[in-house]
């Protein structure tokens, strides 16, 4: 077996994919609903841009941390927060409540 570092250098020849290879796997739709779901539910709770002891500790002062995350960052990411959990819930749905003959990748 070649190494993947080796690929880069010299890939090996392209070929045409079958549809049996890019169909989709429920661990991976299963995955990508857990991460979207999980991680647009941090953003928009607000935890990542929350002042906390490891700011004070570098000596940033509330208001500069105020500075450092305008309110249009703030309301930025929790947008983007809420389109994930969109997308998490979209991508969970599909294959049982819409999209009910989409076929799945045997593991």
Do not use: H
Not at 23 to 42: A, E, H, L, N
Not at 73 to 79: A, E, F, S
Not at 82 to 88: A, H, N, S, V
């Amino acid at each position: 077996m070649q190494s993947n570092i080796l690929s880069v250098f010299n890939p090996p020849p392209e070929r045409t994919l079958t549809e049996e290879e890019t169909r989709d796997c429920i661990p991976c739709q299963i995955m990508s609903t857990m991460f979207s779901v999980g991680f647009g539910s941090y953003l928009l709770s607000g935890k990542a841009f929350q002042y906390s002891q490891k700011e004070k500790n570098k000596g940033i002062s509330p208001q500069d941390f105020q500075k450092l995350n305008p309110a249009w960052w703030r309301y930025t990411l929790r947008t983007v927060g809420g389109c994930l959990i969109g997308f998490g819930f979209i991508r969970g749905s599909e294959g049982w409540l819409w999209n009910k003959n989409k076929e799945y990748n045997r593991f």
